[in-house]
Structure formats: C-alpha cells, structure tokens
C-alpha cells in the first residue's frame, strides 16, 4: 500500500465532515501557525518540504509565496485553482469530494504567509456539485472559529469567496483567472507580476487546489517528513496522479511523486484493458507530449521527466492503445485547443488553426510529404505566443512528429487514415 | 425590463461583493436562469448593474461558454469532447445524439426539450465517455445509455444546478 496522506480520509460516497478531519490532526497545523509561527516560519518550512505547483508549472510553492514583500500593500489575495480543464485532469474534484477542509486549511495557511485578507476560490461550472460542498464547509469553518474575523483568537483575520467561472480552459491561467475575477476578458497577462500588482492591484498569489492541500501536512508533520514520502531524490511528497484511457481501473490516486509509469499502469490501475497492448501515453495532461512505451521506467516527477525532453504537466496520464490513430488524437487535442484559445495573441490565434487543417488533411488522406516540415516548424513558432497556452498546444503535435512521424507519413501513403 | 423580484435579487447580491464588476458571471447566470438565456435587454440591464458597458458584458458572454446568448433547450447536452472521451467513441455519440434529436450543435430540438453542444473536458475521464447536462454528470456512455437518458430527462422537471 501506498502512504496516503491528501487521501487518508477518503471513504466511498462523501466528503469526509469538520469532525472526521480534526480527528486526523486537521487544523493542528492552523491552531500552532496563528499561535506561533510566523509568516517566514510557514515559508522556511515549505522550503524544506521542496513542494512545487501540482497545477502543471511546477514552480516551487515557496518561492511564489517570498515575492510578495514585506511592505506590499494591502488588501492582499490569494487565489485558489480548481479550473482544471486540462483533458485527463480530474484531481481536484476528487480531492474537493474527499476532504474540503485540507484544501480549506491550505488556502488559510497561504493566507497567513502573505497576510492576505481575503481569498477566492475559483472554480469551473461543470464542478458546481463541488463548489456547493466548498461552499457548505466553509460556512463550518467559520462557525468553528477557523474563518473569518480573529481566528482562533489572533489578530489573523481572513475570509474565503467562491467565484463561479462560466467555462473556458484559459481561464486556468493565473493571470487570465485574475482577469476573470475582475470581470474582464480573460486573457492572460504578460510583465506583470501578481504578486505585486494581481487582483485589483494587489499583491496576489494563485496556486493550484492541490497545492495548497499539501501546506497543512507539511506544517503539521514538517518539511523533511513531506520530502521523504517522494520516491525519488528529484521528487517531493506524494502526487494526486490521474490514469484514464485504455485501462483496467482508470482513477485518481495517491501515489509518491517519482513512481515510474510502469508501476502505476501494471499495479495501481490493473493494466491494460483485455485485447489492448500500450502504444503511447501523455504523462501530464493534454498540453504535454506523447510518449512512447520505451519512456515506461522513467521517473514521473518533474527533474526526471525534464531530463528525457519531457514535462509533468499535471501527473495527468493518458493511455493510448495500438488502435488509437495517433494523428486522430492529435486532431481531437488540436481542434480542442484552437477552439479554447483566447484570441488574443496572433501566433496562436492564427497559428493553432494553420495547425488543425494540416493534421485534418492528413487525417482524411490529403495530406502530402512537406505537411510535415510545415507542422514541425509552426508547432516550433508556437513558442512565439503571448502566453504557455500555445507552446502547451504543441506539444502534442511535437511528439506525435518525433515518435510516430512513419504512422503520420502512411496516411500519406495510403491515402487515408490506416486506422479506418 | 427584467422582474423586479430579480432586479432585488441581483442587487443585494451585487452589494454584498467587495467590486460591483466580481459578480458580472453570477448575474448573467441568474438572468440566465430566469429567462433560459442571456436575453440583449437582460444584458444590458445587468452591465449597468455591474458597472460595465454593454459593450464589456457581451464581451464576457461570448467568451463563455455555459453562457447563452441564444435560446437553449431545457436541457443542454454538453459532451465531452477531451481526447479520453474521444478514445471511447471517437466523435460518435455527439454525432449519435445530434441525429437521434435531428439538431446540429448548439440548435434546439422541435419539441423544446434539448441542445447539444461539445463541451470542453469535464473532468470525468475515469468515466469516459461521459456529459453534464443542467450540471449532473453522466458517465459510460453508449447509444442505449444515451437513449434511456434522453427518456428519462422528458419525464423531469428542470432543475438547475447552477445553469443548464
């Protein structure tokens, strides 16, 4: 068995209660931070614990949270992601079912290390069901004296708002969520740094809700204890792991950061479905590349799967098998992204299109030998867009060029897609 | 002009926001709500009303996509159209369920009763393929499934999660 320490009251069928969490030691790490942690405390820790962002960037949580300074003004904010359109991604909502009040202690704690005054939890529309739990549990928390005015007794007061979204991936985008919350057009935002200047000109952070569910462990069982449950030495914590696609048990689960795919294909989500063989996978959502079966004993953390070329993504995988046309799910991921593109920037706007007529061609057999040249060079300038929405696009199309350009180059051959 | 029972409604829930602007979504989903589309006068009532001009608000609305601008069904089908959904069934139940209504995306049915529309992924790959229609999710879909489903909504009064 697998430690589980984000799912360790998850039970079939309900979020687990107020009650359930603080017989597990829940809020403890709230309580000893308002009484006598500062905000550096709560940082150092993080540090220590070397937790990056789950939501796809991966940058290091600590970090983020030290640039907003000292004297920056007030009101602060943070804000907390539960967007999670990125195809394969469905962590969050299992994590909000199984136990709101670890995302809910996280954002607090983040709260307390930058002295905001106010959060926002941000959330997709097909998530309502969740956000009405979210909802629910905090109303809890504040009457439980953990939200709101003085908590706990301190002088620490803070407060959490859902903000429903109306849809649309790009609205995942830190800056772009920013924009949304507003109430203007979300479009990502370049040379600004929210930490000094995010919502409504205040110093912001924005981190993903599963991010934010590991500071509590972290501050209650300390920053070498989180490091020590990765697997690897590049890896920290444990990892809300997503497996969909051509498998026996597709699902969510806990697993250490750094587990190779191997393992959690064959024992975690039963293997491949009867008659199915592995062709490819995409380790971290739609917006990383394909990989083929050669890549199974990497390390799926961050440093391991950058040294073999390849990013994390979201720990999202997609399994494929020998009957799934490569260039087909490469039409369905590109058609996806071109029609959730924000318009705003021409590389993308214009380019992502340009991108879907040469895969769709190819797909219907009309595709001829210098498509190929073309896609890999407007896949590469994709990297000229205003934000990583773009760059993130490509990256399919990259890897389905680099490992699977002979099954791309048949449906030229043959005229028609091989697979039909 | 919209009821003034809503316009109540839209104001103390405006009043009660930090910005008049954060609430631009919640209130074009409660006209949504009340009229089952964002309606032009509904628009422009609630721009002035969040503090934007028309202009900005039609901007929002059509950016978003559980926002209508258009009249829908009592229930909008949204399909799933990641790339897990796409493995399973490769396009073909929104073509099965467009057909079967005799719609194409985003029209209504004659009797009023559906719309389909692609929607991105819902985030129910574990179940795929899988739709959210009025926010209740529906997973394993085949066209039998599909077929009991669009039965089993006819019978059903519209009750609305958060928008259909």
């Not at chain 1, 903000?163 to 479009?187: F, K, L, N």
């Not at chain 1, 740094?193 to 934010?212: C, F, K, Q, S, Y």
């Not at chain 2, 985030?123 to 739709?131: F, K, L, R, V």
């Amino acid at each position: 068995m697998y430690e589980q320490a984000l799912f360790k009251n998850r039970q079939e069928g309900r979020p687990a209660t107020l009650a359930e969490y603080r017989a597990g030691g829940g809020y403890q790490a709230l309580t000893d931070t308002v009484n006598k942690l500062s905000p550096q405390d709560l940082i150092q820790a993080l540090k220590e614990s070397g937790l990056s962002g789950r939501g796809g960037a991966g940058f290091p949580t600590w970090r983020k949270w030290s640039f907003v300074h000292e004297n920056a003004p007030h009101p602060r904010y943070v804000g907390a992601n539960t967007d999670e359109m990125e195809p394969g991604t469905f962590k969050d909502r299992v994590l909000v079912n199984t136990d709101p009040h670890l995302v809910i202690e996280g954002i607090i704690l983040a709260g307390y290390a930058i002295k905001a005054q106010k959060a926002f939890y941000f959330i997709r529309p097909t998530y309502e069901m969740d956000a009405q739990i979210i909802e629910r549990e905090l109303q809890v928390a504040r009457e439980a004296g953990f939200l709101g005015q003085n908590i706990l007794g301190s002088d620490f007061s803070f407060d959490i708002a859902v903000h429903r979204s109306a849809g649309r991936y790009i609205c995942g985008e830190a800056t772009a969520m920013v924009q949304a919350i507003m109430g203007r057009r979300p479009h990502p935002q370049k040379n600004v740094h929210m930490t000094d200047a995010g919502l409504w000109d205040r110093p912001t952070i924005v981190n993903n809700a599963e991010t934010l569910a590991c500071v509590p462990l972290v501050i209650r069982n300390g920053g070498a204890w989180f490091k020590g449950l990765a697997r690897t030495e590049t890896g920290a914590g444990t990892k809300l792991y997503c497996i969909s696609g051509k498998v026996v048990r597709p699902g969510c689960y806990e697993l250490p950061m750094g587990i190779p795919f191997r393992e959690i294909l064959e024992e975690v989500a039963g293997g491949m479905l009867p008659g199915s063989e592995l062709k490819a996978f995409i380790p971290g959502g739609a917006s990383t590349s394909f990989m083929p079966p050669k890549f199974m004993d990497v390390a799926m953390d961050i440093d391991s799967l950058k040294q073999v070329g390849h990013r994390f993504g979201t720990g999202a995988i997609i399994v494929f098998d020998q009957n799934t046309c490569i260039l087909g799910a490469t039409l369905n991921l590109i058609t996806y992204f071109a029609r959730e593109s924000c318009g705003f920037c021409t590389p993308c706007r214009q380019g992502l299109p340009y991108i879907l007529d040469l895969i769709q061609r190819l797909e219907n057999g009309e595709g001829e030998e210098d498509f190929i040249p073309r896609l890999r060079e407007l896949a590469g300038h994709m990297d000229k867009a205003y934000c990583a929405f773009a760059p993130g696009a490509a990256a399919p199309v990259k890897g389905m060029l680099q490992y699977f350009e002979a099954e791309v180059r048949e449906h030229i051959i043959q005229k028609k897609c091989p697979f039909k | 002009m919209i009821p003034e029972p809503l316009r109540e409604k839209l104001k103390s829930q405006i009043n009660q926001a930090e910005n008049p602007r954060e609430q631009a979504v919640n209130v074009m989903y409660e006209i949504q709500r009340h009229y089952g589309y964002l309606t032009d006068e509904g628009l422009q009532e609630a721009a002035a009303m969040v503090g934007a001009t028309p202009l900005e608000l039609e901007e929002l609305a059509t950016f978003y996509d559980f926002i209508y601008r258009e009249p829908v069904g009592r229930f909008v089908l949204h399909v799933c159209d990641g790339v897990v959904c796409w493995m399973f069934h490769e396009g073909s139940l929104f073509d099965y369920m467009c057909r079967k209504l005799g719609v194409c995306a985003g029209e209504v049915s004659a009797d009023g009763m559906f719309t389909v529309l692609p929607t991105a992924c819902i985030g129910y790959c574990d179940q795929a393929p899988a739709m959210v229609v009025n926010g209740r999710f529906f997973g394993h879909l085949t066209p039998a499934l599909i077929d009991e489903i669009l039965e089993q909504l006819k019978t059903e009064t519209c009750d609305l999660v958060l928008c259909r």
